[in-house]
């Protein structure tokens, strides 16, 4: 059984344990909880039963953007309870995603800056990878862009633990 322990830091509590990474060594995991001591223990414990069951390994050294994206759409955007129209517009934008660069760039090393410029690009226009001149898409686009690719960072931090933190946080 994993063992875990909850700390507070000024008027956050946080959980922590350690996982299991892809070298077999043991690696510590801290997560923020709530302002509440017994919530951030329900964190906890809910975070170690998923563990002991699913035994994620802390990976993503060869995990690109695209492939990310098909995890999260296959897992999670299918699976889930959104309408079929928004999940057809999510599946478009990942498609549109796939397409340009940054679905190439390994998930370790996507920074807030490339997420960042990309949606520019998108939002503002400019000239796309294929050399081509193209104006800015529409707002609710960009929303469907946007929203794709902040749920699906969130999902590589957890449950996935590919990732410590969301660069799409500060977009």
Not at 11 to 40: H, I, L, N, P
Not at 68 to 81: F, N, P, R, V, Y
Not at 155 to 167: W, Y
């Amino acid at each position: 059984m994993a063992k875990g322990s909850v700390r507070k830091k000024g008027k956050k509590w946080y959980y922590r344990f350690y996982v299991e990474d892809a070298s077999g060594k043991m690696v510590q995991k801290e997560y923020a909880g709530t302002e509440s001591k017994s919530e951030t223990e329900k964190l906890l414990r809910k975070a170690l039963e998923d563990y002991e069951n699913k035994k994620f390994v802390a990976k993503a050294d060869s995990l690109t953007v695209g492939e990310l994206l098909d995890m999260w759409a296959e897992e999670e955007l299918k699976t889930g309870t959104l309408s079929n129209g928004t999940v057809e517009n999510y599946l478009g934008a990942i498609r549109c995603i796939k397409k340009h660069p940054i679905a190439d760039r390994k998930l370790k090393t996507v920074t807030a800056e490339h997420l960042q410029a990309f949606l520019d690009l998108l939002t503002f226009g400019g000239e796309f990878p294929d050399g081509k001149v193209r104006k800015g898409y529409s707002k609710d686009y960009i929303h469907s862009f946007s929203a794709v690719l902040q749920q699906s960072f969130r999902f590589a931090v957890f449950p996935k633990q590919l990732i410590s933190f969301n660069p799409m946080q500060y977009i």
